[in-house]
């Protein structure tokens, strides 16, 4: 019997593991066309986990039944297989899909500084608003502004990069700052009453989405 199945000791004990973990990355290859990838340590213990459980299995797998006789017959060794590999696969999904996110997690630090700076800009343009075609409006006179609010947004970026998974974020942060830019650029040629306007509804939809973004980080850690 076990000479008939020796092909099916081999596969279960050395090829089933390589079966698993090959569905693994392959796995992960198909959600990362959709999902931004897994961290190395994630794969890494993932795949340690699969492993280990695998071999286990393959010791402790029970093969044997009692017939009505009480005599032991041996399980057919393919079948040992099939069932061991059904959990396996299981808990592939469950440890490889597990740790795939979509994005980064909610960052309350980002949210707050997002929030002071709309505050901040908005006090801005309403200022150059009053005060268009005055000597207080002047470029001259607002570079400060200018310069705070670029190492607000400096900031807010560095901090946002230093977390995982969190493109979307710079990216809308980077557009942010761009904005902030092309501000500054049209301050320096002269800025009317009526250009004001324009201007606080792009950067204000930029503030709004980015803050969207982590109330909706937010909303999915909970």
């Known amino acids: 019997m076990y000479e008939r199945e020796s092909p099916w000791c081999i596969a279960e004990v050395v090829i089933g593991p390589i079966i698993v973990v090959a569905a693994f990355f392959l796995l992960r290859q198909f959600v990362g066309t959709f999902m ?41 060794r393919r079948n040992a297989f099939v069932i061991r590999i059904i959990p396996l696969l299981l808990i592939l ?34 200022h150059l608003e ?30 946002a990069a230093a977390i995982p998974k969190n493109d979307i974020t710079l990216k809308l942060i980077d557009l942010l700052l761009e904005n902030i830019s092309n501000l500054e650029n049209l301050h320096k040629l002269g800025i009317s009453a009526e250009q004001v306007s324009p ?3 792009a950067i204000n939809t930029q503030c709004t989405a980015i803050l969207k973004l982590e109330i909706a980080k937010k909303r999915g850690k909970s």
């Open 36 to 76: 931004t990838g897994i961290a190395e340590e994630e794969v890494r213990g993932s795949i340690y986990l699969t492993l280990g459980i695998s071999f286990a299995l393959g010791l402790f797998i029970r093969r044997t039944k009692e017939n009505k006789m009480g005599n032991r017959q041996y399980l057919p």
């Open 130 to 159: 009053r005060n268009a075609g005055k000597d207080e409006a002047k470029y001259q006179n607002n570079t400060k502004f200018y310069d705070e609010a670029k190492v607000d947004l400096s900031a807010i970026r560095v901090r």
């Open 93 to 126: 999904a469950f440890t490889g899909c597990a740790s795939i996110r979509l994005i980064a997690d909610y960052d309350e630090q980002i949210d707050t500084s997002v929030t002071d700076f709309q505050r901040k800009i908005e006090t801005f343009l309403t």
């Open 199 to 201: 201007i606080r509804s």
